[in-house]
């Protein structure tokens, strides 16, 4: 049966516990006190009885029943889910039917005390008992997320039930919310609900929040209901406090919470109206100590988060209480100091905007944005980098005031330098936003705005002197005189003082008129003549004492007040008669004329204050210019495309200067990531390929003008890349048939255009033709007729233009093995060789800077497009050389009668005209390097055309004939394993290599041959400097002195003594570039007969001339990163050139380095012999050079085992280095190391390597810096204390060294001064040198005793090394004329080592 509802009031009372078992043992005879946990099988039971009892007495049947729930929550891991859910379900309807009931009975007038203990008591065991179910539930449900596979089954399960607890909750805390907006206050004796009760409620929602889910849109109702919740706490029952420290707790452990309690304080400020919870957050976040704030990452994460999105969502209230903050910029943590800063950021874009703000808010805004700027140069670069990046939205926004753009671009231009890459790239996207953004222009040429500036400043001036011209005569009479007075009372006092002087010299007036003695005082001030002005007032008040101002009384003491008086009442009684005398009836007209100027001269300093701004930013971004072009070409793949954008933008804006960038990007096209060739292809995309014009026509004729304006004075590697990018475009149809048709029409001339743009018109059309050759090849006939017409003699360059758009059309046919592949090829006959033949040849007589370039150009078209090139070539070799001939006969030389030959040529140079030879000399060269290309490609490739045609044509007749194969069965299974193992192609292939190797060796310059009639006459120019000295003669002989080289090793071989000899002692740069570039191409063909001379390819890169240092270093780069030379410990050459002074060299030496460090350890490898090297006293660099190296070349150690490696190498270098300085470089070396645990060991074990040498300073401090630079990267005590313990053995071996040299040194030690005296000599003297020296022979063949010194070096080699001979150049005056005349090296000075490139040095064989 079932109990009536208790009326009583019980006899104990119900706490709340700090934890479920202090409910198991009481506190006190008064509190209540669970009696027993039931076991779990009575569970079932005892529940339905409770729910039965509830239908009865309602939300009071908990008070017999507790126990019940009490015990389910205890055995909550083992009882099954029904039962739980069960119980959920049943509490969930006693709460909501307790707060059902408690709405009545607080609307009761009277609440008996038995009654109100009763609900009392029975709310707080409800709430406890749900909240502690909804703890359980959201504990098991984050245990389950965790799981994985466990939990989706549970999941299920529960979900096919019909209950889901992520869905449930939303209704349990919309119903503790009901519950809490009663006014509960009424149930307790004092009115005042206990603390713990709210905190019971308010646990369960913070639980919730801590589910890292909840933040998922599908949770957003559960969200909202806890935020709701909350808030009423908040708002009715005092709950501010509380919450503000689990808020902040909860911020430090958690990091997905920031956003759902920002979304919370939004909620309660707008429909609760709790602004005061914002201060109180961040007052609190704000007293956090720095230094926890430092060393706890994951609460700044928390709070960081907090404070951005608050202040994008409450800026105003943040606004109010940011002052609580402002410390944290100061401490350590740089998360605190980017979310305090991106705050300020949100304020200003949202609050402090406008021009409307008061004078206090402009005030904040100014110090909010000082503040900004400051930390632009912060110590984290997160921080520099965040900055750069809110001004940047600031300047999009336009929320950034016109005085303060100067100084921010300033700030942006000056990061462009900074080590970080994130920082350069965001100082980059600030400039592009400035540009952007800008309030000035949208052209922002400084030029144009330089002669703007000018003229308005002029029309400045003549407003502000007129300005004073009209102003004057209405200046106040009262003014004027005050402005006199001082100087008219001094020149009263001086004259009063020498009064006696003045009477005698003063005689009578001679005039009786008091009124022209007014007149002439008048006008005596007005020229401030105040001397004549106080005597003529003098006399006057001598003579006329009766008449005024002259008369009143007057005592002998302030006789100079009385004159002053005088001369104010004349001046201002003047002034003012004057100024009535001279008004007139249009008073007001002139008013207005005095009134209007003042506004026009406002309007003008203001327009003149815009330009200048105007023209100072300008100038800041054309400053930025040349340090963002040099960022296209860092490391960073994001640096560079930002970069190209930057310039893309300042394009558009019309800066002049823009144009070097865009060509600077141009060699990017080539770059291997992906994202880099894309962004110079859109950048030149949206600068040209989108022209404005109304017509298509008008479009064409503007991309035509803007791509020809690249072309004007553009390098050859410039055209080359530009044509990569029209070509792309070509193939992608991104270029109109209209263009096309322009371009054409300005090169045949029906459009009437200057010399130029015809010449970057057939340049065009060439680059187009590498993407669609047609274009080209279907006007073939055009180009003949007008580009290689009559008057091809006055335009070379325009005719070797058109030689290279033709050219693409044979450059689209790749040789290759499949059989319909044929190579285009246009018969003799055709006009095109028929006119470059009579071009060449007409021409060859004649003065022109650009007749060899074309023929180069020409002589390469022959073989590439005619059938039978040799045959043309030769026709125009021998009539060239006829014309020599003829030449020389014509000049009166005594030519015996003969076949036509080179070789009478080279009998008779002396008198021969030296254009004539170096046209025969350089046409020669390039017809026989030509023929070399043609056999190794266009012959080589028909060779195996044809092999593979007729193996073809075999395999089809073997197949035919039956008897064959059944006849030859083991030839047959032969052949098949040869054809398997690919040993047949492959042996076809070496005989037809053999065949063009044979005609090449043999055959090309044999004597019947007709090239080889032009050996005798290089070699003898060559062999003969000082007779041949003119510059081009000698440029052309070398340049074909190579080009012979490339083609017969034999030959290459006999004439490598004389190449080198040139290359290191020729006067003419030209020459020594020349044979660089040669030697670079000899080195790939034959690298075993450049091999010994590699030392001799190192010395160009200390060459004097610029442009030969330039060529060496690109042609180094190139050998060394293909691997065609060895890489040796002369490679210190490439890295003296980093302090090279010219800027280009440094970014060559730069890049191969960057290359370099991409294969495998290569720089790692390297390094020792490199600091062995350039810290040698003899040949190396001075000290602080030699720091700017390393610190280039450490930077690409990276790897932690390398540094160990290099760690242990550097200390061990100490035993072997002879001099300071080397003590010096080494110490220095490993200060740039990052040096780690491991590393430090090292160098401990490694101890008594260097321990002697501690006692110099520079060394000493060298090891303290890099114990300083540990200790800030590690944090781990046993570093710390392992650090420490090397600083002890640091300080007592440079204490006791300093002591040492202050006692007198033992006997031994003064025999071992003794015995190294030189070794100071040399510092001093290596000291002394401010520039780089050459290395002599010696120093080229073995290292210094400062490399580790290889094993069985003997001594005789020693000794021949010793004796070669330093390399003297022929402009020396030493050289004799029989050195001149004969230039080659001697038997000792020729390498003697003929090691093959792929085969092991003997130095690796003995070992």
Same mark, same amino acid.
């Given at each position: 049966?079932a109990?009536?509802?208790p009326?009583?009031?019980?006899? !104990?009372?119900?706490s ?6 202090d ?20 569970l ?59 709405t ?9 005390s038995?009654? %109100?203990?009763?609900?009392h ?15 359980a ?21 529960s979900q ?8 449930? %909750? ?7 919310t ?9 149930l !307790? ?7 713990e009760?709210?905190s ?14 909840? =933040? ?49 304080v ?17 007052r609190?976040?704000?007293q956090t ?9 994951? =609460? ?36 605190? %100091? ?13 609050v ?12 904040t ?5 000082d ?31 016109l ?7 300033? #700030? ?6 900074d ?5 350069v ?5 600030l400039?592009a936003?400035?540009?952007?953004n800008?309030?000035?222009s ?13 003229k308005?400043?002029?029309?400045l ?12 005569a209405?200046i ?5 005189w ?17 009064r ?14 008091p009124e022209?003695?007014f007149e002439s005082? *008048? ?9 004549? $002005?106080?005597h ?7 003579q ?8 009143g ?12 008086s ?30 209007q ?5 406002? /309007? ?47 394009s ?13 990007? &141009?060699p990017?096209v ?22 404005s ?25 410039t055209?080359?890349? &530009?044509?990569?990018i029209?070509?792309?475009?070509v ?16 090169f ?9 743009e015809?010449?970057?018109? *057939? ?25 290689l ?34 190579s285009?090829?246009?018969p ?14 007409? =021409? ?9 370039p ?30 020599a001939?003829?030449?020389?006969e ?20 002396s ?9 025969l000399?350089?046409?020669?060269g ?5 023929q &070399? ?22 395999a ?5 004939s ?6 030859g ?22 005989t ?18 007709? &090239?080889?009639?032009?050996?005798p ?24 002195l190579? /080009?012979?080289?490339m ?20 006067? #003419?740069p ?28 190192? $010395? ?16 180094m ?11 040796? =410990? ?17 970014? #060559?030496?730069?890049?191969?380095f960057a ?9 790692y ?37 390398q ?38 060991? /090292? ?16 060394v ?7 114990l300083?630079?540990? %200790? ?10 392992l ?19 202050t006692?007198d040194?033992?006997?031994?030690s003064?025999?071992?001064?003794v ?16 520039r ?22 003997s /001594?005789?080699?020693r ?14 005056e ?22 093959p *490139? ?10």
């Amino acid at each position: 049966m079932a109990d009536a509802p208790p009326t009583a009031a019980p006899s !104990w009372e119900f706490s709340l516990p700090l934890s479920p078992a202090d409910l198991l043992r009481g506190a006190g005879p008064s509190q209540y006190v669970v009696q027993e946990v039931l076991p779990p099988k009575q569970l079932p039971g005892q529940l339905a009885a409770f729910r039965t009892v509830f239908r009865t007495q309602g939300a009071l049947a908990i008070l017999q029943h507790f126990d019940t729930v009490y015990s389910i929550l205890h055995h909550f891991r083992t009882v099954d889910a029904a039962l739980k859910e069960d119980a959920l379900e049943l509490m969930m309807k006693v709460v909501a039917s307790h707060s059902s009931a408690l709405t009545a009975i607080m609307n009761s007038a009277d609440l008996a005390s038995s009654l %109100r203990a009763l609900h009392h008591n029975a709310l707080k065991m409800n709430c406890y008992l749900l909240a502690r179910l909804v703890e359980a539930f959201e504990t098991e449900c984050g245990k389950s997320n965790l799981v994985g596979l466990d939990s989706k089954k549970k999941g299920k399960k529960s979900q096919a039930k019909g209950f889901l607890w992520e869905d449930e %909750r939303q209704h349990v805390v919309q119903l503790l919310t009901q519950l809490l907006q009663l006014d509960l206050h009424r149930l !307790w004796n004092n009115f005042a609900v206990e603390e713990e009760f709210i905190s019971l409620v308010t646990g369960c929602c913070y639980r919730i929040l801590e589910n890292p889910t909840i =933040g998922h849109q599908r949770h957003r109702p559960t969200r909202d209901a806890v935020i709701h919740l909350l808030g009423v706490v908040l708002l009715r029952y005092g709950h501010m406090l509380s919450a503000t420290l689990k808020v902040v707790q909860m911020l430090q452990h958690f990091e997905h919470v920031a956003p759902v309690f920002v979304e919370a304080v939004s909620v309660w400020i707008k429909e609760y109206g709790m602004k005061s919870i914002v201060g109180e957050l961040l007052r609190e976040i704000g007293q956090t100590c720095p230094q926890e704030l430092s060393r706890d990452t994951s =609460g700044v994460k928390g709070y960081a988060a907090f404070l951005v999105e608050l202040a994008g969502q409450a800026p105003a209230i943040v606004l109010a209480n940011i002052s609580v903050l402002l410390h944290h910029l100061d401490g350590e943590s740089y998360g605190m %100091r980017n979310a305090i800063l991106t705050a300020m950021a949100e304020v200003l874009l949202q609050v402090l905007n406008g021009e409307q703000l008061e004078e206090a808010s402009k005030n904040t805004r100014d110090q909010f944005l000082d503040t900004l700027q400051a930390h632009t140069c912060d110590v984290s670069s997160f921080v520099r980098s965040r900055v750069l990046q809110l001004f940047t939205r600031i300047v999009q926004q336009k929320a950034l005031p016109l005085t303060q753009f100067q100084s921010v671009a300033c #700030l942006a231009v000056g990061r462009l330098q900074d080590k970080s890459v994130n920082v350069v790239k965001n100082a980059i996207q600030l400039l592009a936003a400035f540009l952007s953004n800008n309030p000035f222009s949208c052209k922002l040429s400084c030029t144009d705005l330089t002669e703007l500036l000018k003229k308005e400043k002029q029309k400045l001036q003549e407003m502000k002197s007129k300005g004073r011209t009209k102003t004057a005569a209405v200046i106040p009479p009262e003014e004027e005189w005050e402005a006199m007075q001082p100087e008219l009372q001094a020149t009263l006092k001086s004259c009063l003082c020498s009064r006696k002087q003045e009477e005698e010299e003063v005689g009578e007036l001679e005039t009786e008129n008091p009124e022209r003695l007014f007149e002439s005082i *008048i006008q005596l001030l007005r020229k401030s003549n105040y001397k004549g $002005a106080i005597h003529l007032t003098q006399q006057g008040m001598r003579q006329f004492q009766a008449v005024e101002p002259f008369s009143g009384p007057r005592t002998k003491g302030d006789e100079e007040d009385f004159i002053l008086s005088v001369l104010r009442t004349l001046y201002i009684g003047s002034q003012a008669e004057g100024g009535v005398q001279e008004s007139t009836d249009g008073e007001e007209e002139q008013a207005q004329e005095v009134e209007q100027p003042p506004e026009e001269l406002i /309007k003008q300093e203001m327009l003149v204050q815009y330009l200048q701004d105007a023209y100072n930013f300008s100038a800041k971004i054309t400053e930025a210019l040349s340090l963002v072009s040099r960022l296209m070409y860092e490391s960073s793949v994001s640096v560079m495309q930002e970069a190209i954008e930057f310039f893309v933008i300042v394009s558009q804006f019309g800066v002049p200067q823009a144009v070097l960038g865009i060509r600077r990007m &141009l060699p990017l096209v080539w770059s291997k990531e992906p994202g880099i060739r894309d962004a110079v292809l859109d950048a030149y995309r949206t600068l040209y390929l989108n022209p404005s014009g109304d017509s298509e026509r008008a479009r064409a004729q503007h991309l035509v003008k803007s791509l020809s304006l690249l072309l004007v004075d553009a390098s050859l590697g410039t055209t080359q890349c &530009l044509g990569e990018i029209i070509s792309e475009f070509v193939q992608k149809d991104e270029i109109k048939p209209a263009v096309v048709q322009l371009l054409w029409e300005q090169f045949t001339e029906k459009l009437q255009c200057s010399a130029l743009e015809r010449h970057a018109a *057939i340049m065009l059309l060439g680059m187009m033709a590498r993407g669609k050759p047609e274009i080209v090849g279907s006007n073939l006939d055009v180009l003949v007729a007008v580009g290689l017409d009559e008057r091809v003699h006055e335009d070379y360059r325009l005719a070797r233009e058109v030689c290279n758009a033709i050219s693409k059309i044979a450059s689209s046919q790749k040789p290759g093995l499949e059989k319909r592949s044929h190579s285009f090829r246009l018969p003799q006959s055709h006009q095109l060789f028929e006119r470059l033949r009579e071009v060449i040849i007409v =021409g060859f007589a004649r003065s022109s800077a650009y007749w060899i370039p074309f023929t180069e150009t020409a002589i390469a078209l022959i073989y590439q497009l005619a059938e039978g090139p040799d045959e043309i070539c030769a026709q125009i070799l021998q009539c060239c050389s006829q014309q020599a001939l003829e030449k020389l006969e014509s000049e009166g030389t005594e030519a015996e009668p003969g076949p036509s030959s080179p070789n009478k040529v080279a009998d008779d140079l002396s008198t021969i005209d030296t254009m004539v030879l170096t046209h025969l000399i350089s046409l020669a060269g390039d017809v026989a390097l030509q023929q &070399l290309v043609h056999l190794e490609l266009s012959v080589s490739s028909e060779l195996r055309k044809r092999r593979v045609l007729g193996e073809e044509r075999e395999a089809k007749e073997k197949a035919a004939s039956k008897t064959k194969v059944q006849n030859g069965k083991s030839t047959g299974n032969d052949t098949t394993m040869e054809e398997d193992l690919g040993l047949v192609g492959a042996s076809a292939d070496d005989t037809e290599a053999e065949l063009i190797r044979t005609i090449t060796e043999a055959e090309l310059l044999d004597g019947k041959q007709l &090239l080889s009639t032009f050996i005798p006459l290089v070699l003898k120019i060559c062999n003969n400097p000082g007779l041949y000295s003119d510059p081009a003669l000698s440029a052309a002989a070398t340049l074909a002195l190579g /080009k012979f080289c490339m083609i017969s090793s034999e030959f290459c071989d006999s004439q490598l003594r004389l190449f080198f000899t040139m290359m290191e002692k020729s006067a #003419l740069p030209s020459v020594r570039a020349n044979l660089m570039i040669a030697a670079g191409d000899l080195a790939i063909r034959f690298p075993n007969l450049v091999e010994p001379w590699t030392p001799h390819l190192y $010395a160009r890169l200390r060459d004097p001339c610029r442009s030969v240092r330039q060529t060496a270093a690109l042609v180094m780069t190139h050998l060394i990163l293909k691997d065609m030379v060895k890489v040796k =410990g002369q490679v210190s050459e490439m890295a003296a050139l980093l302090i090279d002074p010219e800027e280009d060299i440094v970014g #060559l030496a730069r890049n191969f380095f960057a290359e370099l460090s991409g294969k495998d350890n290569a720089v790692y490898n390297l390094l020792p012999d490199i600091i062995s090297r350039l810290s040698d006293p003899d040949s190396g660099i001075e000290e602080q050079p030699f720091r700017i190296v390393m610190r280039q070349l450490f930077s690409y150690i990276t790897k932690e085992k390398q540094t160990e490696s290099l760690v242990e190498k550097l200390c061990q270098r100490f035993r072997t280095a002879r001099t300071e300085r080397q003590h010096h470089d080494l110490a220095y070396c490993l200060t740039l190391l990052p040096l780690t645990e491991r590393g430090l060991r /090292k160098m401990q074990d490694n101890f008594d390597c260097f321990a002697d040498k501690l006692q110099d300073a520079a060394v000493y401090n060298c090891f303290l810096t890099v114990l300083s630079r540990l %200790r800030r990267m590690t944090t781990k005590p046993e570093m710390k204390a392992l650090a420490e313990e090397f600083e002890q053995k640091l300080r007592t071996c440079h204490n006791r060294g300093l002591d040492s040299l202050t006692e007198d040194p033992p006997r031994e030690s003064i025999d071992h001064k003794v015995r190294n005296t030189p070794a100071p000599r040399t510092t001093k003297k290596a000291a002394a040198s401010s520039r780089r020296r050459p290395l002599h022979a010696a120093n080229r063949e073995a290292d210094s005793s400062f490399t580790t010194p290889e094993p069985r070096v003997s /001594k005789p080699r020693r000794k021949t090394s010793r004796l070669k001979v330093s390399v003297v150049f022929s402009s020396d005056e030493e050289n004799t004329p029989e050195e001149e005349l004969s230039a080659e090296l001697t038997d000792a000075e020729t390498p003697s080592k003929t090691t093959p *490139i792929l085969r092991a040095s003997s130095r690796r064989a003995r070992r």
